[in-house]
């Protein structure tokens, strides 16, 4: 069986020439482009822009490591697009706000619809028969996948994979969290669109990365790191080990393998470049445990409530805006202003909630944190 390779090269800055250098070093390493792409192919790159935000803020793919693989690929003579659909609101405005607009418009390419899709077939998925696919990707020969290193309550960690959950436009997303509550039952969906779109390469931004309260409101950690594989599950599983997270606990990494996408057993992966052993960091804070099986779908209300992590509210952090309320896919809401006076804070009702962090992940203040109960706590050490 052939191993997959994923490259490790250290990067200190987001400095443009010293990005450009470890882009050039990781791509090197792999092989090169060439094995990748071909002159002439319309290819779409795709950051993670979950929502527009400065750089600065780690929430996004950072525009150095979009311009410097956007450069390589012009090089190798590509037919170059870019786009994302983030959790709310039109791409081109938060990809604006992310300053990926800007590093588009110096690169001269333009944004591919992630607005509008189509639907496909997949008929040899695990779970999910038919996506609604962007436009963008659907119109291009592939795609290349930048995603952020980052923490995630429902996947523990965001990479690689779940950087495709932006090919499906707009709000078809969170309807994804409704139809499959349990958090197996959405990460064997991640798998499926993967192995739908197959990224042609994956670049993952690990120079700052996003620790505690991510995907959105943690904070920014340096780990120095970029990480380049066309195997998305053994990147992923490569960027968990770094953070000392078991790549098992990872939802994605099981289905991921079953389905071939790739492998996350460190036996079957070729590491170039640095050895992971010297950028581990043992402190990085992340959820170490992993999600209870049917920890919202299968598991009555009455359980659910008491063993497991749900979102909360820190009143003193809640400007009263309303977007948790929004963006919290279930009807009725389960996070609302319950009694309809929107003079007091929203509060959640766990037993509407299935959990599926729509809310904490988009708050704009980082009011929302996942919170375990004590039951939970106990249940999670046995
Ligand atoms: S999104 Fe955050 S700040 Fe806005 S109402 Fe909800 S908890 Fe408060
Ligand atoms: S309250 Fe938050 S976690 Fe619960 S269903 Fe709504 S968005 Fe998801």
Redesign the pocket.
Known sequence: MNKSKVAIVKCDTYDEKDVQRAVEAGLDLLGGLALFVKPGEKIVMKPNVLVGSKPEKCVTTHPAVFKAVGRLLQGAGVNLYYGDSPSFGRPGFNLKRARLKQAGDELGIELADFDKGRAVSHSDSLLIKSFVIANGVLDSDGIVSLPKLKTHPLTRFTGAVKNQFGCIPGFLKSQYHVKLPDPYDFATMLVDLNTLIRPRLCVMDGVIAMEGNGPRSGRPRKMNVLLFSSDPIALDSTACRIIDLAPEIVTTSEPGEKAGLGTYHSENIEILGEEIESLVAHDFDVIRRAPMPGSAGRLSTFIKNRICERPR??KA?????????K?CPVDPKA?DWHGGDKSK??THDYDRCIRCYC?QE???????SVETPLLGKIYSRI
Not at 317 to 325: D, P, Q, Y
């Open positions: 509210i820190d952090k809640c400007t009263n805006c309303g977007t948790c309320v963006m996070v804070l929203p809310c988009t708050c704009p203040e980082g009011a929302i």
